[in-house]
């Protein structure tokens, strides 16, 4: 059945209004970076840009404003290291959460969920507390520990879905050729759940590179603040004299996440929506 | 005994003690500490050791803190506002994107972009268009014969509120748009087609066939949004700093106030406390009322 003309024009008008309701704010954005300081304060603002300018970006990495690298770099190394840790964890216990039936599973269960609503202001003042303690403040070990508190319980929830669906006859003839229970896990089963991990991975790596709360409270000096802070320093202290180099540091800012989305998306979405409707 | 119970079970304890020592250690038991600090008076500016102060805190809180119902109206406002508004823009979507159309991949994927985005800089972008003198809201709403004189969005008392949630809106309902269409391509075609065929209109095959049929996935979706917006204080923070004044501050961003602006460890955990209090019975009230036939 072909559908009529006049429904498939609907379809398609109404799918180009979703889509500049999401994105003209990033449009907006980009162009503004590469108007000159008249044009983005002209009395009407407009979209067409009359003489483009690269000074915006060459002022964010000039460190006039912010240590833009300094700050990228703690950010690359937090999250990447959040990212391994969590796929570790994510690996093993997401793999017991799919596989190993224990008594009090559901009490672990509830743990999980649980976890995922203890976060941000709820513990942020005992994290403080400890961080002082253990000379811990300021450094990119409590942010990759406390990143890990957001991404462990959806990295565990994820990975136990990935290797719910993949086959048991496979640990089975795995067991039965005398491997021992690690050995499957880590040469037949892992293997299987690449696409998962990769997907945990870098969905943490997405979640910590995001995070502004908590390095807020945790850093304070380039010895760990991530970018995130940095901008919004920014944001702080120029108010709206410098709006092109603001922009031009949050569009830096923002490029990794999308790319890192962009490879990880269907993968992603799989994982979230099967977590989600499981409850 | 214990010795086949470990043979048994042993293996799987192993594999998760990881997940359940790691959130013992860092989420749980802060959150007893949070609990514990509140009935403390602990202030870092004051240099006065931490002493037992019962419920003082708390006493302050209710009787003599002019901020307080304010921040709880506030509260509310921002949760159920919020959510509600996710919600409105996520059915429309998710319906759209639920069609045949060219290249859905590619268009399912940049609905998400918002999402994954960090809230700083969509703070950061907002605040732009927002902006009182140069703002392109102001600038299409003047266009339009909206608005005669611009509005600074931010700043005013009764705007911030509809400019905030539209923007936590905007933001938040990709997450929701996706459970949403997860759920839809569980609905059976055969079904609306039934319907189709005996004359029920496509607003009737939405309401009677479609919104019963998600209903279980707007339950749970529902649940995580609530949840989410309430734990994270940031985009009002990013945007607002919960001002002008205390006219966005809500018990979030008041935790953050009292325990890292003015460095009142013991008042902010009392805050936090309350917090988290509130969003149990949020989710308690709102399973009451619509989880009865999802379970």
């Avoid at chain 2, 037992?52 to 921040?71: K, M, P, Q, V």
């Avoid at chain 2, 999402?115 to 003047?142: A, F, Q």
């Avoid at chain 2, 949630?165 to 609905?187: E, N, Q, R, V």
Wanted: glycine content about 8%.
């Amino acid at each position: 059945m072909r559908e009529p003309t006049i429904q498939r024009a609907i379809k398609y008008i109404c799918l180009i209004i979703l889509m500049i309701f999401t994105l003209f704010p990033f449009l907006w954005l980009i162009n503004t970076t590469f108007k000159t300081n008249e044009a983005m304060f002209a009395s009407i603002p407009t979209w067409w840009i009359e003489d483009i300018t690269f000074e915006h970006y060459t002022w964010a990495f000039s460190g006039k404003g912010i240590e833009l690298f300094g700050l990228l770099k703690n950010s690359i190394i937090v999250c990447f290291i959040t990212a391994l840790t969590t796929a570790l964890v994510a690996s093993v216990s997401g793999y017991g959460l799919a596989r190993y039936v224990v008594p009090g599973m559901s009490f672990i269960v509830a743990l999980l969920v649980l976890g995922q609503m203890i976060q941000g202001p709820l513990i942020m003042i005992p994290w403080y507390k400890f961080a002082s303690a253990f000379s811990l403040l300021d450094s990119k070990t409590a942010l990759v520990l406390i990143y890990n508190t957001m991404t462990i319980p959806v990295g565990v929830w994820i990975m136990s879905g990935f290797f719910k669906v993949i086959p048991k006859e496979l640990e089975e003839a795995a067991y039965i050729d005398g491997a021992s229970k690690l050995r499957t896990l880590f040469g037949v089963m892992l293997p299987m759940a690449i696409p998962g991990l990769v997907a945990i991975s870098l969905y943490s790596f997405i979640l910590g590179w995001n995070d502004y709360q908590y390095s807020l409270i945790l850093t304070s000096t380039l010895d760990s603040k991530t970018v995130q802070v940095g901008i919004a320093e920014l944001m702080g202290s120029l108010g709206s004299q410098n709006w092109g180099g603001l922009m031009a540091s949050g569009v830096i800012a923002i490029i990794p996440i999308i790319v890192l989305f962009s490879l990880i998306q269907k993968f992603l979405i799989e994982g979230l929506t099967a977590g989600g409707i499981k409850g | 005994m214990v010795k086949t119970f470990l043979r048994k079970y042993g293996f799987g304890y192993a594999l998760l003690a990881p997940v359940v020592i790691y959130l013992v250690a860092f989420q749980f038991y802060p959150l007893f500490e949070t609990i514990r600090i509140s009935f403390y008076d602990y202030s870092l500016i004051s240099g006065n050791k931490m002493t037992f102060a019962g419920l003082d805190n708390y006493e302050r809180l209710f009787n003599s803190d002019r901020n307080f119902w304010t921040i709880m109206f506030n509260s509310v406002i921002w949760v159920f506002g919020s959510t509600i508004l996710q919600f409105m823009l996520a059915v429309p979507a998710a319906l759209i994107l639920s069609q045949k159309l060219r290249a859905r991949g590619l268009w399912r994927g940049l609905m998400m972009v918002p999402w994954v985005s960090p809230v700083i800089i969509v703070g950061l972008i907002w605040k732009w268009i927002y902006d009182g003198h140069n703002g392109l809201l102001n600038h299409y709403l003047t266009d339009i014969n909206l608005i005669s004189e611009n509005i600074i969005w931010l700043g005013d008392e009764f705007w911030v509120w509809p400019a905030l949630l539209l923007t936590s809106a905007w933001k938040g309902f990709p997450y929701i748009t996706l459970m949403l269409m997860a759920g839809l391509t569980g609905i059976s075609k055969d079904m609306t087609e039934a319907a189709h065929i005996d004359g029920a209109n496509a607003w009737k095959r939405f309401l009677h066939i479609t919104i019963p049929l998600l209903k279980p996935i707007i339950y749970v979706t529902g649940i995580i949004t609530i949840i989410a917006t309430w734990t994270k204080f940031e985009m009002i923070w990013a945007l607002t700093n919960g001002g002008p004044g205390f006219t966005t501050s809500i018990l979030p961003t008041y935790v953050y106030t009292n325990a890292f602006v003015y460095f009142d460890f013991g008042y902010g955990s009392a805050v936090a406390t309350l917090s988290m209090l509130f969003v149990l019975i949020f989710a308690l009230i709102y399973a009451k009322m619509f989880g009865k036939d999802n379970g």
